[in-house]
T-cell receptor, first 117, second 114 residues
Framework: GAVVSQHPSRVICKSGTSVKIECRSL??????MFWYRQFPKQSLMLMAT?????????EQGVEKDKFLINHASLTLSTLTVTSAHPEDSSFYIC?????????????FGPGTRLTVL | AQKVTQAQTEISVVEKEDVTLDCVYE???????LFWYKQPPSGELVFLIR??????QNEISGRYSWNFQKSTSSFNFTITASQVVDSAVYFC???????????FGTGTSLTVIP
């Protein structure tokens, strides 16, 4: 099956630093990637939709200047948490849609656990 | 409004018992897709099933079965003869024909006690 990777899988950083998380579709092209955030014992909440070659679409309440998304190629989207603070500590999951498959098909990455001290 | 509701927050069962996880959804689309995912402690989402709204047949896969009832907007998931390895958080999700995103329920944490 299709594989989506995320790097790093786990990151610990100091408050005020920026952290970049990569999401890669390994064996398919993804014009659209999605970024989710999951707080402990809560559901996945969509943060933004990342479209290759265009600006990301952010969900209401998500600060676009805080969470920078770049989808520069058909296989890579990055999420940068700028000036991270402890409240940004969360599990971040990306998913990717295969251009050759129905639009409802999304493949999820393994997630990145961010801890901001 | 919550599009996907999983009313059961936590469930505990003894090994070998059957357990049903409830999922109720809300959509105005006539064509949509429903999903179940398993999330073990590692965090990675494990895909279990994808169901097209036009297909109302129930499905069985080993110890897993799914009951899709369009009339009640429910897509329940049953694990037969539960095992300790089934312990995880299970999410139900909806993908509508319009729009891009998945709508996830709040999840049901299942603990299977040996």
């Amino acid at each position: 099956g299709a594989v989506v990777s995320q790097h790093p899988s786990r990151v610990i950083c100091k408050s005020g630093t920026s952290v970049k998380i990569e999401c890669r579709s390994l064996d398919f092209q993804a014009t659209t990637m999605f970024w989710y955030r999951q707080f402990p014992k809560q559901s996945l909440m969509l943060m933004a939709t990342s479209n290759e070659g265009s600006k990301a679409t952010y969900e209401q309440g998500v600060e676009k200047d805080k969470f920078l998304i770049n989808h520069a190629s058909l296989t890579l989207s990055t999420l940068t948490v700028t000036s991270a603070h402890p409240e940004d500590s969360s599990f971040y999951i990306c998913s990717a849609r295969n251009v050759r498959q129905p639009r409802d098909t999304q493949y999820f990455g393994p997630g990145t656990r961010l801890t901001v001290l | 409004a919550q599009k996907v509701t999983q009313a059961q927050t936590e469930i505990s069962v003894v090994e070998k018992e059957d357990v049903t996880l409830d999922c109720v959804y809300e959509t105005r689309d006539t064509t949509y897709y429903l999903f179940w995912y398993k999330q073990p402690p590692s965090g990675e989402l494990v895909f279990l099933i994808r169901r097209n709204s036009l297909d109302e047949q129930n499905e069985i896969s080993g110890r897993y079965s799914w009951n899709f009832q369009k009339s009640t907007s429910s897509f329940n998931f049953t694990i037969t003869a539960s095992q300790v390895v089934d312990s995880a958080v299970y999410f139900c999700a909806l993908s509508e024909n319009t729009g891009n995103q998945f709508y996830f329920g709040t999840g049901t944490s299942l603990t299977v006690i040996p």
